[in-house]
């Protein structure tokens, strides 16, 4: 079936830049989605990419996609404090019945003063 | 707009117990869902709704019941409360037109049962 895979923890300093990377399998997905949760809060949509897009830059985000690969990766620039969260990776679209999406496990990212 | 709300925020129940979570939704989107957290198992996907007096099962069905007699409403019912429910709940919605399928997500059900 359709699955969603990251790694769980990252850990950067401020400053630096933070990279999370997803692998899914449902090749027929037309967005992939990057969602944010921070500490007792729900998901709240950070960034999605089209299917036919292999880049998208938002601020200080960029969104990379290899179809090919079927990999997903968020870099976010001169992380800071406030970007300590968990990262969930997500695929599927309008077209997937009822609009559902499949979640990864979340990547919780640390960053460290 | 107060977006998605839940209620209650937290909640002990006893094994065998039942309890309602509820979801309303003020933006008038089609879809709700339902979700359940456990660490580091991401969101699995329980039931979700396209509409009012529409609703089908998710991955993880099995322990819960929804029904969906509003557009705004989409509560989920606990018959008989297992420790292998203690869990995050979220509720979620979304427009259902085609294009990105942004879900908003209320502020979650932490509950325990033991």
């Known amino acids: 079936g359709e699955d969603v895979e990251q790694s769980l923890f990252l850990s950067v300093r401020e400053g630096d830049s933070s990279v999370i990377n997803c692998t899914y399998t449902?090749?027929?997905?037309?967005?992939l989605y990057w969602y944010k949760q921070e500490p007792g809060a729900g998901l709240q949509l950070l960034t999605y990419i089209f299917s036919n897009m292999d880049m998208k830059q938002d601020q200080r985000l960029t969104v990379l996609l290899n179809k090919k690969d079927k990999h997903l990766s968020l870099r976010i620039a001169d992380t800071q404090t406030g970007d300590s969260a968990i990262y969930f990776c997500?695929?599927?679209?309008?077209?997937?019945?009822?609009?559902?999406?499949?979640f990864g496990q979340g990547t919780e990212l640390s960053v460290k003063p | 707009n107060a977006g998605v709300t839940q209620t209650p925020k937290f909640r002990i129940l006893k094994i065998g117990q039942s309890m309602t979570l509820q979801c309303t939704q003020d933006?008038?989107?089609?879809?709700m869902y339902w979700y359940r957290q456990d660490p580091g198992m991401g969101l699995k996907l329980i039931y979700y709704?396209?509409?009012?007096?529409?609703?089908d099962k998710g991955e993880v069905p099995n322990g819960y019941n929804v029904s969906r007699s509003t557009t705004e409403d989409f509560p989920l019912r606990l018959e008989l409360a297992a420790p292998s429910q203690t869990s995050v709940y979220f509720c979620?919605?979304?427009?259902?037109?085609?294009?990105?399928?942004?879900?908003?997500f209320g502020p979650g059900t932490r509950l325990t049962v033991l």
């Open positions: 709704s396209v509409g009012a007096g529409i609703t």
């Open positions: 933006m008038n989107h089609n879809y």
């Open positions: 979620a919605s979304s427009e259902g037109l085609a294009g990105v399928n942004e879900q908003f």
């Open positions: 449902d090749s027929s997905s037309t967005y």
């Open positions: 997500a695929e599927g679209g309008i077209d997937n019945q009822g609009g559902k999406l499949i």
